[in-house]
């Protein structure tokens, strides 16, 4: 079936450092996607999301960035900092499951000082 | 403000067990949501309420799944006849409304061990 998924399982950054995580998504009809950060023993936690409509949204040090010519997302987290240590997830749904959604299997962003 | 809060935090049962689950959702959230979490993986989709009823539950993975949401409010996942397989992380999450954009903020979960 379609699915979200990750090309990085694991991802070592250097404090200070930028960090980028992929995802690719399958599912053409996928119009809203967000991801989360996951730490140990908690659940996920929002960072970000972005609409179809739009190919990039800004927050606070992270910037997500949407090609869906090629169905890919990415999040990218500028000076990443120790707290920054996670799981990462990305997200998607559809308008008419909205309610759903369908979660890749995550990318681990280990900060080395 | 509160957030998400799920009880209890931990169950461990045997095979064959029945058990219950309870999310208490934000204060004035109208949609709750329950997902699943094996290890190492990402969540996985049981079911959504706008109100109380089941809005979707196309996630649920067979007949000894069961959730409720009498009032709105707070939701219990119930599984019957619990399987080894059953064993996982089980997360709630609540948004303010009905509609796509609306943030899920997730609770920390109940964690299931059924031996």
């Known amino acids: 079936g379609e699915s979200v998924g990750l090309h990085l399982p694991t991802l070592s950054v250097q404090e200070g450092d930028n960090s980028i995580i992929n995802c690719a998504y399958s599912?053409?009809?996928?119009?809203?996607f967000i991801w989360y950060k996951q730490e140990s023993g908690k659940g996920p936690q929002f960072i970000i999301d972005i609409r179809s409509n739009m190919d990039k949204r800004q927050g606070q040090r992270v910037t997500v960035l949407l090609n869906k010519t090629v169905k890919h997302l990415s999040l990218q987290i500028a000076a990443t900092q120790p707290g920054d240590s996670a799981v990462y997830f990305c997200a998607e749904s559809t308008t008419d499951s909205w309610g759903k959604l369908q979660f890749g299997a995550g990318t681990q962003v280990v900060v080395t000082p | 403000g509160a957030g998400v809060s799920q009880t209890p935090s931990n169950k461990v049962t045997e095979k064959g067990k029945y058990v219950e689950l309870r999310c208490d959702p934000i204060s004035g959230h109208t949609a709750l949501y329950w997902y699943r979490q094996s290890l190492g993986q990402g969540p996985e989709f049981l079911i959504y309420f706008q109100g109380t009823g089941a809005a979707d539950d196309s996630g649920l993975p067979n007949d000894r799944f069961f959730a409720v949401r009498p009032e709105g409010s707070v939701s219990t996942l119930k599984i019957q006849r619990t399987e080894r397989g059953d064993s996982a992380v089980y997360l709630c999450a609540s948004s303010l409304g009905g509609s796509m954009s609306d943030t899920q903020y997730f609770g920390p979960g109940t964690r299931l061990t059924v031996l």
């Open positions: 599912n053409s009809a996928s119009d809203y």
